[in-house]
T-cell receptor
Framework: DAKTTQPNSMESNEEEPVHLPCNHS???????IHWYRQLPSQGPEYVIH???SNVNNRMASLAIAEDRKSSTLILHRATLRDAAVYYC?????????????FGKGTHLIIQP | DGGITQSPKYLFRKEGQNVTLSCEQN?????MYWYRQDPGQGLRLIYY???????QKGDIAEGYSVSREKKESFPLTVTSAQKNPTAFYLC?????????????FGQGTRLTVV
């Protein structure tokens, strides 16, 4: 799986939008962009994924750059329950299609 | 409810003892995974399985063993050969190794070896 780069931490205020960036300059044409989040002492939970087009679901939106070398997870109105570590990962069809590979992610802090 | 269950949530063992962590899923998923997480770190892949009776080593398989005799079960044994076994262990499953599929995680087992 290709590597991604995320900021170590970000801070936002409650009820404001949050934009979490992810760089993946070595992404291949068949790599999917996945986002997961992990609350303290819990297993990660799926947030969203996409290939080329922007995606929306009940939790968040995923904006993918036209060249696919970066993407942004958008939480439209952050709540205290959104405080978590957010992981951006790539899953590809290449020989290493062996599971999800996680980096350290972005620690999102929400201020009341 | 459908989901993935890990047990126990907390586990204590003496150094030198083997210990087996349970992971069961009723989602009818083909692929299952085991990860290890140390404080402040991301998840590291230990083993994964695409199908019954088949599994592959991940990045840190040394000192661990697995079996996949049933589709719904993927137990992980932490052997005495694992030099630093104290960690948070997470099990996951997904419909297949297909890259467009989401994975579901259990709530984890926190293993402490004393």
């Amino acid at each position: 799986d290709a590597k991604t780069t995320q900021p170590n931490s970000m801070e936002s205020n409650e009820e404001e939008p949050v934009h979490l960036p992810c760089n993946h300059s070595t992404i291949s044409g068949t790599d999917y962009i996945h986002w997961y989040r992990q609350l303290p002492s819990q297993g990660p939970e799926y947030v969203i994924h996409g290939l080329t087009s922007n995606v929306n679901n009940r939790m968040a939106s995923l904006a993918i750059a036209e060249d696919r070398k970066s993407s942004t997870l958008i939480l439209h109105r952050a709540t205290l329950r959104d405080a978590a570590v957010y992981y951006c990962i790539l899953r590809g069809l290449g020989g290493g299609a062996d599971g999800l590979t996680f980096g350290k992610g972005t620690h999102l802090i929400i201020q009341p | 409810d459908g989901g993935i269950t890990q047990s126990p949530k907390y586990l204590f063992r003496k150094e030198g003892q083997n210990v087996t962590l349970s992971c069961e899923q009723n989602l009818n998923h083909d692929a299952m995974y085991w990860y290890r997480q140390d404080p402040g770190q991301g998840l590291r892949l230990i083993y994964y399985s695409q199908i019954v009776n088949d599994f592959q080593k991940g990045d840190i398989a040394e000192g661990y063993s697995v079996s996949r005799e049933k589709k719904e079960s993927f137990p992980l044994t932490v052997t005495s050969a694992q030099k630093n076994p104290t960690a948070f262990y997470l099990c996951a499953s997904s419909p297949s190794l297909g890259v467009g599929t989401e994975a579901f995680f259990g709530q984890g087992t926190r293993l402490t070896v004393v």
